[in-house]
């Protein structure tokens, strides 16, 4: 998923900012560099809250359905659902075998951060983690959504799970549910803290899900807030070609003797780990999971979509080389008051649109 135009200029004019771009910096940053900020804001290269997918083998009309989530709880991710919609639809155009939904209303009722909070496991199964009731921090993804999603996605009800997070492991720093468990086919990696009653959540699934293996880290052994720290429930589980599976975490869980003892045995049935140094992505509150957003796809669904934006070693190096000759080698704060850093990023955007081939994604309006 290629990244959005950033600075984001359209937010600064709807808050009725006027003049040249110079002018509309100057101007927020004065009066709300907050603003400026939100409109700089790189997130959206987290892509597990980009949407929700449901594969056609699990839908009632056997097509593959997408729900961008409206990301409606922060300023700077909220402004992220329209461009999501519009490249998914891109991407995923032929009406033979995709279903695209616009995002939920944006509503705090509705709040909705997409497959961070969503797990689909083997045989169809379909977990929605939804908070409720954290003192210190919100709950950014509500039942009421999680609900409307099952519906729009049309999932067999007796194979899709509501269950509430623990309203105390929020509160303790877990946004989402991808920081404290992790499901792939029939394996759950999952803290025991990770629900309001996590026994009961794995018995309901043990019971649907075929030859279910529940790995369950105890507190006493890792705390919720070196989970949080390390990201070690923010890791990536993928089956390689050899058929073993391999865990993907951050390098925090390698540099934390808890957790990287924990790790030096892989808990069966993960046969290997493999630590990806993420330091930028890590500091700003995203890790391995941020990739999680799964698109399950057949054969032939798969010769439907854009082929271009499959990653290839030719397509990968093409955009190594454009990452180098775009991209600035160091950025601050100031630097986004600099009107040149609006065409730079431009210039990149739609030289990657051509690479890419997809056409008139990018709408850049007026700076």
Known sequence: LPPHERPFTPLLRRMGFRGTYEEVIEQTAHYVPELMIAASSA??????????????SDTANNKVHFTPANMCTNLHRSIEAPFTERLLRYIFADKRFFVHHPPLPSTPALSDEGAANHTRFSGGIHLFVYG???????????????????RLHQLNHENVFFVPQNPDVIDD????????????????????????????????????IENFYPIIVMNKDISVAKAVSTYLFNSQIVRTKDNSLLLVAPQ????????????????????????????????????????????????????????????????????????????????????????????????????????????????????
Not at 140 to 147: D, I, P
Not at 279 to 308: D, F, W, Y
């Open 173 to 208: 720093g877990v946004f989402h549910n991808d920081v404290i468990s992790v499901g792939f086919e029939n394996l759950f990696f999952v803290h025991e803290k990770a629900f309001v009653n996590t026994s009961m959540t794995l018995a309901d699934l043990g019971e649907k």
């Open 252 to 367: 925090e869980c390698l540099e934390d003797p808890t957790v990287a003892a924990y790790l030096k045995t892989p808990p069966s049935p993960i046969d290997e780990v493999l630590y990806c140094p993420l330091k930028q992505s890590m500091q700003n509150g995203g890790g391995p999971a941020c990739l999680r957003l799964r698109v399950p796809l057949t054969e032939e669904e798969i010769k439907a979509i854009h082929p271009n934006v499959l990653l290839t070693e030719t397509l990968y190096q093409q955009l190594v080389d454009w990452v180098e000759k775009h991209y600035r080698e160091t950025l601050t704060v100031r630097d986004l008051g600099d009107p040149q850093l609006l065409s730079e990023s431009r210039t990149a955007l739609d030289e990657l649109t051509k690479i890419l081939k997809l056409g008139p994604v990018y709408d850049f309006q007026a700076s």
């Open 132 to 150: 409720q009731r954290p003192k210190k921090f919100p709950a950014r993804q509500t039942l009421v959504a999680s609900q409307a999603i099952a």
């Open 43 to 56: 997130s959206a290269m987290w892509a597990a809250n980009a949407a929700t997918v449901a594969p056609s």
